[in-house]
């Protein structure tokens, strides 16, 4: 059974770092585009970061935030620095088979169960 499975959430102070990370099973995420998204309460899920053989970032956390692969753990990371109080919100992360070089927010496939990320003083 294909999956994703995000790890990584928590509390942290503004100005703090979390790493999130996001591990497949049943298949080879290497081979596929994978994406961070998150969904604030009462806000519509948006696009953070995406990573294929090129990398993508939302404005919102461009120069704060990283990703990564490691693909001798079949996992996907998102270095999270500088974090505000407006990145508070459920963090997924997403697969899809590459189409491109590149990668963008539509269209996943595969999408994990989410982790709490809260940034609070």
């Known amino acids: 059974q294909l999956q994703l499975v995000e790890s990584g959430g928590g509390l942290v102070q503004p100005g703090g770092s979390l790493r999130l990370s996001c591990t497949a099973s049943?298949?080879?995420?290497?081979?596929?585009?994978v994406g961070w998204f998150r969904q604030a309460p009462g806000k519509e899920r948006e696009g953070v970061s995406c990573t294929n053989i090129l990398s993508n970032y939302a404005d919102s956390v461009k120069g704060r935030f990283a990703i990564s692969r490691d693909n001798t753990r079949n996992t996907v990371y998102l270095q999270m620095n500088s974090l505000k109080l407006e990145d508070t919100a459920v963090y997924y992360c997403?697969?899809?088979?590459?189409?491109?070089?590149?990668?963008?927010?539509?269209?996943?496939?595969?999408w994990g169960q989410g982790t709490q990320v809260t940034v609070s003083s």
């Open positions: 997403a697969a899809k088979r590459r189409t491109s070089l590149s990668c963008d927010f539509g269209n996943y496939d595969y």
């Open positions: 049943a298949f080879t995420l290497g081979n596929y585009a």
